[in-house]
């Protein structure tokens, strides 16, 4: 159980265009889902916490009118990175916590690597 | 506020030693402790998460890590490793009732055939 889905989980654009990544909780309810940015041999920073049905609380330094996040429904997050540029280029992970859990367990998706050219 | 250090960023043992990875953790409240690994291009897998029950916590993969109040300690243990355990380890906190993770920087766990 608890299993998070991500896609895709490569992307090559070219810079300037707008990327979509999505995150699916795919055998549980979340009512919370968190995106992460991680930099080649460094840890995860959190870039913003979704609430499904509301807007995403974005981390100081975060634009967040370059990531665009959507929580459209209990299994559903997106993240569009848009107008991309090559300093946007990173590995994108995002997590879901169930609605159950009492423990504030997240559970990661695979991660989506992004190439900006 | 909360924040996690892990003592070395790299670690190297044999295949077959003891596997030590060692978390500190600073929280104003009890917290809830995660550590979780990440293979090469993959996200996290969670190994085990302590949440006030039994101090000593057991995980997949045979890990285990012990919750020491006094010394604000998670330490992460395996008796014997396997070539398999290669991985980043990362040790997390949250405050019950927050919604975020902290992490700790990481440590990269090499082992020797």
């Known amino acids: 159980g608890a299993v998070v889905s991500q896609h895709p989980s490569r992307v090559i654009c070219k810079s300037g265009t707008s990327v979509k990544i999505e995150c699916r909780s795919l055998d549980f309810q979340a009512t919370t889902m968190f995106w992460y940015r991680q930099f080649p041999k460094q840890s995860l920073m959190l870039m913003a916490t979704s609430n499904e049905g509301s807007k995403a609380t974005y981390e100081q330094g975060v634009e967040k009118d370059k990531f665009l996040i959507n929580h459209a429904s209990l299994t559903l997050s997106t993240l569009t990175v848009t107008s991309a540029h090559p300093e946007d280029s990173s590995f994108y992970i995002c997590?879901?916590?169930?609605?159950?859990?009492?423990?504030?367990?997240?559970?990661f998706g695979p991660g989506t690597r992004l190439l900006v050219l | 506020a909360q924040s996690v250090t892990q003592l070395g960023s790299h670690v190297s043992v044999s295949e077959g030693a003891l596997v030590l990875l060692r978390c500190n953790y600073s929280?104003?409240?009890?917290?809830?402790l995660f550590w979780y690994v990440q293979y090469p291009n993959q996200g996290l897998q969670l190994l085990l998460k302590y949440t006030s029950a039994a101090t000593l916590v057991k995980g997949i993969n045979g890990f285990e890590a012990e919750f020491k109040k006094s010394e604000t300690s998670f330490h992460l243990t395996k008796p014997s490793a396997h070539m398999s355990d290669a991985a980043e380890y990362f040790c997390a906190v949250s405050e019950r009732g927050a919604q975020k993770l902290v992490f700790g920087q990481g440590t990269r766990l090499t082992i020797n055939p």
């Open positions: 929280s104003s409240v009890p917290p809830y």
């Open positions: 997590s879901a916590r169930e609605r159950t859990s009492g423990a504030e367990t997240q559970y």
